[in-house]
């Protein structure tokens, strides 16, 4: 099973300021065939389910404010908010979708400081 | 617009047996691998099965092989799950997920449901 290691498991960042959730898979999510890495970010709000952020590690999704990035490659991994609002208190997961069992990341609880 | 609508939890005993109902609509359900994702309450997210467009594959994690069934049927638009031999540490709201793109590799869960709650509880 590839085990997906996010750290730091919470972070407190003043509104503005930036904030970085590392994401680490024990072994490569990167498919030679299409050069595209397996990896997704998901923010997830208290009572709801969770929403899709970054798909293919770097890729953001319609919608999604262009302060949330992704980065990385093979087996290490970065989503940056470049300057946090108060709306984006959340817990964000990392996920690989490369092989099965299909696995997430233990989570990153974002917070005001 | 995109919905996926889940149904069918509840308080069951341990040993017990539930099926949750995922309703799809808005898009071709018949073009996408769908998912099961579970969540324990307080904790996080944990990929549960999935199945092809054509229900010729399907892939669970180690623990629920051999209790959990996924199915679907594209003429009604259905995902669904039968949990047999439910236990305790399968309590969590259990989430239906699209896969964002229609093709034979897994992209990601771009769409979800809202979740339905299933208890494992003497």
């Known amino acids: 099973d590839i085990v997906m290691t996010q750290s730091p498991d919470s972070l407190a960042v003043s509104l503005g300021e930036r904030a970085t959730i590392n994401c680490k898979s024990s072994?490569?999510?990167?498919?030679?065939?299409?050069?595209?890495?397996?990896l997704a970010w998901y923010q997830q709000k208290p009572g709801q389910p969770p929403k899709l952020l970054i798909s293919?590690?770097?890729t953001r999704e319609s919608g999604v404010p262009d302060r949330f990035s992704g980065s990385g490659s093979g087996t290490d991994f970065t989503l940056t908010i470049s300057s946090l609002q108060a709306e984006d208190v959340a817990v964000y997961y990392c996920?690989?979708?490369?092989?099965?069992?299909?696995?997430f990341g233990g989570g990153t609880k974002v917070e005001i400081k | 617009e995109v919905q996926l609508v889940e149904s069918g939890g509840g308080l069951v005993q341990p040993g017990g047996s539930l099926r949750l109902s995922c309703a799809a609509s808005g898009f071709a359900f018949s073009n996408y691998w769908m998912n099961w994702v579970r969540q324990a309450p307080g904790k996080g997210l944990e990929w549960v099965a999935n199945?092809?467009?054509?229900?010729?594959?399907?892939y669970y994690v180690d623990s629920v092989k051999g209790r959990f069934t996924i199915s679907r049927d594209n003429a009604k638009n259905s995902l669904y799950l039968q949990m047999n031999s439910l236990r305790a540490e399968d309590t969590a709201v259990y989430y239906c997920a699209r896969e964002i793109e229609s093709s034979n590799f897994w992209s990601g869960y771009g769409y979800w449901g809202q979740g339905t709650l299933v208890t494992v509880s003497s």
């Open positions: 293919w590690a770097s």
């Open positions: 199945i092809k467009q054509d229900g010729s594959e399907k």
């Open positions: 072994r490569s999510v990167l498919y030679n065939s299409n050069n595209k890495n397996f």
């Open positions: 996920h690989q979708y490369y092989n099965s069992p299909l696995t």
